[in-house]
Each structure stands twice: as C-alpha cells, then as structure tokens.
C-alpha cells in the first residue's frame, strides 16, 4: 500500500509539471493573450478539494478493502477480485448516469448528494466486509464505488466551471491533478498507517468521512 501511494504521488508530480509545461508552449507564442493571474488561480484552485473525498473513497474500495479482505479476513483472492470487477461495472455505468443527472439537476446537488451517501456508507461498508458474506461484500464494493460515480460523474465539468476560459487549462488541470496527488495518491500509505498503529478500521472509516466532510 505505501509502494502504491509513493507512485500515485510521483505520477501526480510528474503530471502538474507536464501540464504546466504544454499549458506555458501553448500560451507563449500568443502576443495578444493578456498574464496569467497566479493569484486568481491560488484563490479558484481551491475548487480542487471536491476531488479529495471521492479519491480516498476509491482508494479504500479499490485498494484497501482488497487487502482488508485478504490479508485480515482471510477470504480468497479471487472473491475480492469479483466483487470489485462487479462494483467496477457499476461505477462504469454510474458515471455518465451521474454526470447526466448533474446536467439536469445542477453539479452541486448531485455531488453533495454522494458525499452525504459516502457518510452514511462508511458506518455500514467495513460490517458488510467482516460478515465475510460473498453476496454483502460485493453489496459494500459496488454500494462504494456507485456512492463514487455520484460525485465522479459531475466532477470533471464541476471543476472546469469554477476558471473563467482565459485560465480554464491550467486552472482545472491544476486543481484536478494536486488534489488527486493529496487524495487518492496518499490515502493507501495512510490506509495503512492507520490500521498498523490502531489496528482498528473504526481510524481508517474515520479518515475517509474527513475526506467527504471537506470535500
């Protein structure tokens, strides 16, 4: 889980300094484009911390309950790996729904929507697993990753309405890729961190409805 961690934030890393890099070549050679206003987009980048509770919801889902289910509990591998392969199809079908939703109904809506879900999901989500029941694990797999697609689905176009069109590119790719760095590229060092010290998943629960309270 810390490998994993230390490569998301090095992808991370290495994925604002691209962006910055394209964003200063696109802009460069344009005369009449009036300065970036760093200022304007320190105070909007802010909008970056609706990514932080979906990401570390995901990390749990797909990447410490994998380990939960068969490091702690002892269930087999390949139960784990079907019932995220089946909350996977959910999420992937989820999304567009959301994102359709938010179309209709507004992105705050349905994004607060599924932070308020998450809450509610992390007081269930870790007894589904210890049931050790195949049918309520693959229920706390795919019930999480559809409680992610609500807030993933509007995300993107979310994000982007938050900068106006001059600073829109570096604005959103900014905001999207450092909070995905300190989300989802951290949570599973933390994940681990948390259970090793208070070998409790009541730690790890509660730092993932952090995560949704800030987001």
Not at 56 to 70: C, E, I, K, M, R
Not at 91 to 119: E, K, M, Q, T
Not at 166 to 180: D, E, I, K, P, Q
Request: with cysteine.
């Amino acid at each position: 889980l810390v490998e994993c961690g230390q490569l998301a934030l090095d992808l991370g890393l290495a994925d604002v300094l691209l962006r910055l890099l394209v964003d200063h070549v696109h802009h460069g050679g344009d005369r009449d484009q009036p300065p970036c206003d760093p200022g304007g987009l320190a105070r909007d980048d802010r909008t970056g911390g609706v990514r932080l509770g979906p990401d570390v919801l995901y990390s749990l889902t797909a990447v410490f309950a994998l380990s939960y289910l068969t490091s702690m509990l002892g269930q087999s591998r390949t139960l784990a790996l079907i019932a995220l392969s089946i909350g996977g199809a959910c999420n992937a079908f989820a999304i567009p729904l959301f994102g359709g939703l938010s179309d209709r109904f507004g992105r705050r809506l349905v994004y607060g929507a599924g932070a308020a879900l998450g809450l509610v999901w992390m007081l269930v989500f870790f007894p589904l697993l210890d049931s050790e029941s195949a049918f309520l694990i693959t229920c706390a797999l795919a019930g999480a990753l559809i409680i992610h697609a609500m807030m993933y689905g509007p995300q993107a176009a979310f994000i982007a309405e938050q900068f106006p069109t001059r600073v829109r590119y570096a604005g959103a790719s900014l905001a999207y890729t450092l909070a995905g760095v300190i989300g989802g590229g951290v949570a599973p060092a933390i994940f681990a961190a948390l259970f090793k010290v208070y070998r409790s998943t009541a730690a790890v629960a509660i730092y993932v409805v952090i995560a949704l309270l800030i987001t």
